[in-house]
C-alpha cells in the first residue's frame, strides 16, 4: 500500500527533552512538509523541502528542525526551544509539479 | 503575508437543509483546496480548485473559486448527520524556488459543523 506513515501516534515527553517524530512516504513525492494543528485552529506549516538536502522555513520553524537525507523521509525534531510543543503534528507530501498535498495520519504530542 | 479567513467558524444545522462556508484569501491565487477533518483524526482532501470559476461537485457537497474576488465557496446541500466534520480551506502560492513546487499551505481556521437530525 503506498502512503505516508507517521509515527508513534502519541507521543508523551517531559519539558526540556528533545525528540524527533517520524514522516515516510513510499508515494516517490518530491515535496514533503510538516504542519502543526493546536485546538480549534487551523494547520500551520513549520517546514518543507522540495528536495532531497535542502529544506525551508514556514511560518512557525522557531524551536524546530528537519532534514532530508532521503527522498522518503522527512524526520521533525521538537527541541526544548520550543515554548509550547504540545500539539497534532501532520506530515504532507506532494509529487513535483503537482498541487495537492497528501497527508499522513499525525502524531499528537504531549509536553509536560 | 497570506491570510485566509473562513467563516462562519462554528455552524449548527439541522439535516435536509442547505448552507455555504465562505473563504476569502488576501493575495492572488489560483489555487485553493478544501479538506475535511473529522475529531482526532487527519486532513481528509475534498477539493482541488486551480482557476477561476472552477466548480466542483461531490454528493451534497459543492466548491466553487472566484480568483478575482479572492472568494471560495463550500455549498451544502440538503444535510445529513454524516457530513458533522471540520472544514477547512486553504491557500497556496507558486514557487518560483524549485521552478514548480509549492511552497507550503496556509490554512484558515476551519469551520467546525455540526448537523442535527
Known amino acids: 500500500d503506498g502512503g505516508i506513515t507517521q509515527s508513534p501516534k502519541y507521543l508523551f515527553r517531559k519539558e526540556g527533552q528533545n525528540v524527533t517524530l517520524s514522516c515516510e512516504q513510499n508515494?516517490?513525492?518530491?515535496?514533503m512538509y510538516w504542519y502543526r494543528q493546536d485546538p480549534g485552529q487551523g494547520l500551520r506549516l513549520i517546514y518543507y523541502?522540495?528536495?532531497?538536502?535542502?529544506?525551508q522555513k514556514g511560518d512557525i520553524a522557531e524551536g524546530y528542525s528537519v532534514s532530508r537525507e532521503k527522498k522518503e523521509s522527512f524526520p521533525l525534531t521538537v527541541t526544548s526551544a520550543q515554548k509550547n510543543p504540545t500539539a497534532f503534528y501532520l506530515c504532507a507530501s506532494s509529487p513535483y509539479g503537482d498541487y495537492e498535498q497528501y497527508f499522513g495520519p499525525g502524531t499528537r504530542l504531549t509536553v509536560t | 503575508e497570506l491570510k485566509v479567513e473562513q467563516n462562519p467558524l462554528f455552524l449548527s444545522m439541522q439535516e435536509g437543509k442547505n448552507y455555504t462556508i465562505y473563504c476569502n484569501y488576501s493575495?492572488?491565487?489560483?489555487?485553493l483546496y478544501w479538506y475535511r477533518q473529522d475529531p482526532g483524526k487527519s486532513l481528509e482532501s475534498l477539493f482541488v480548485l486551480l482557476s477561476n470559476g472552477a466548480v466542483k461537485q461531490e454528493g451534497r457537497l459543492m466548491a466553487s473559486l472566484d480568483t478575482k474576488a479572492r472568494l471560495s465557496t463550500l455549498h451544502i446541500t440538503a444535510a445529513v448527520h454524516d457530513l458533522s466534520a471540520t472544514y477547512f480551506c486553504a491557500v497556496d502560492v507558486f514557487s518560483v524556488y524549485s521552478g514548480g513546487g509549492a511552497d507550503g499551505l496556509t490554512f484558515g481556521k476551519g469551520t467546525h459543523l455540526i448537523i442535527q437530525p
Open positions: 508515494l516517490n513525492h518530491d515535496a
Open positions: 493575495t492572488t491565487s489560483d489555487r
Open positions: 523541502s522540495q528536495i532531497v538536502n535542502d529544506f
